[in-house]
């Protein structure tokens, strides 16, 4: 009898710790959810990821807490990062359609325009009228495939009239050579919103990819103004100033960005972008811990910090920063041709021509790494190799002119001068005012041995110079 009294008495006490430990920890979870919900709605970024990460070890399967540090992680353009906690919340959540959007966005930023493809279809499946994952689909349409499956998608979007859907058709437009009809579409979208900053940022970069830096400024300009602190507008238009030479308006759009959010990764990147210009090495090192503590493997951080080495004659360490992060993630073609480029500045070739070719090899439509393992093997004397590639990628692209003048000496250097004429007279035809393509021509003559048409093409070259500068 006494024993069954004890033996009661032991279960019970079991039965109360178990209880009391269950509730402790649900209570926990609870208040650590609570404070992680508090610090991201205050844009604390830093301690909303510290807490939602508790979160996330108290509870592996609470989908929220791995959408959000994803959500962050995408905000602070870290979208590799990003990508594992979104997919992990599609995973446990998988009617969260603002979710598959963001793990698109993320896919397509770091090259993965396949998987961003399918999961801009999956959202739209769900949610037909989901004007983000239309904006998504077409921007990342490339091949002929994802080029049929976002026309398909646009025919099928049932707001005609919304700023989406004009975006979006500018987007295809864009994809297909389609300038002119891009350009109408982007104008349709700003009638509709005169400050959607989307659509001043595309109109942007439709006027930068006109060669009209004045109006594309005004118009990126405009984008970051109307975007939030965090945001791809304000990016671009950083870009944009550094890569004109107007350091002032850069240093004051970062400045602008480490104040209002400390923890925006991109912001102490662009300052110590600042730093290595003015060849402020250590500084610029020094800015980059501020990334580093926040994420060790943030890629344009660590990219960056090659470049800063390099510069500072550390080739070796250079590498190893990138050989590091592509065996951390070697499946991101971003990677791959970052550390392709750091081989060629490290005059290692052939370990560049590997890096490029595996980035093509995971994205098949990475127009960049195409065109510089083109220039590898042009300059190799492989012409034969350029062809195929780069007439494939003009298809897509026919008023890509580095892709155009590639192309064209590749078939110098097999004497194949008629198609070389043919290749820059199509380029003649899209810009006959630009002095560019009529130099060009006059190279292709001369290497043929028409020398008069070579004076008269680089004649022709020069008074368009000429009216250009006047």
Known sequence: MQTSRTLFKIVTLTLAVTLIAGCSKEAKKTRLLAEADNYFKAGDYDKAKVSYLNVVRLDPQNALAFERIGEMWLDDWAPIRASAFLAKGSELDPNNVQNRVRLARSYAATGRLDDARKEALKVLEQSPENADALVTLTEGARSKEGIEAA??????????????????????????????????????????????????????NLYLFQRDKKQAGEELKKAAELAPIRSLERLKYAAFTSATGDTGETRRIATEMTRQAPDYLPGWTLLAELALKDKKYDEALSLLENVFSRDPEFIDGRRLESDVLLAKGDTKKAVDVLEHLDQTYPDSP??????????????????????????ISINPNYDDA?????????????????????????????????????????????????DAEAVIRDQVRLAPQDPQPHTALGLIFRQAKRNDEARQAFEKAAELAAARAG
């Open 370 to 418: 195409i065109l510089r393992l083109a220039e590898i093997n042009l300059r190799a004397g492989h012409g034969e190799t350029v062809i195929e590639p780069i007439t494939n990628l003009l298809r897509k692209r026919p008023d890509l002119r580095s892709a155009a003048f590639l192309l064209a000496a590749a078939y110098g250097s097999l004497d194949r001068f008629d």
């Open 151 to 204: 026309e398909e998608q646009l025919q099928k979007f049932p707001k005609k009239t919304d700023v989406s859907f004009y975006l979006a058709s500018a987007n295809l437009l864009f994809n297909t050579g389609d300038m002119a009809g891009a350009g109408s579409a982007l104008r349709q979208a700003l009638a509709v919103d005169p400050k959607s900053s989307q659509a001043h940022m595309a109109m942007g």
């Open 334 to 359: 971003l990677i791959k041709y970052q550390l392709a480029c750091a081989y060629l500045r490290n005059n290692s070739q052939n370990q560049a021509k590997v890096a490029f070719e595996q980035a």
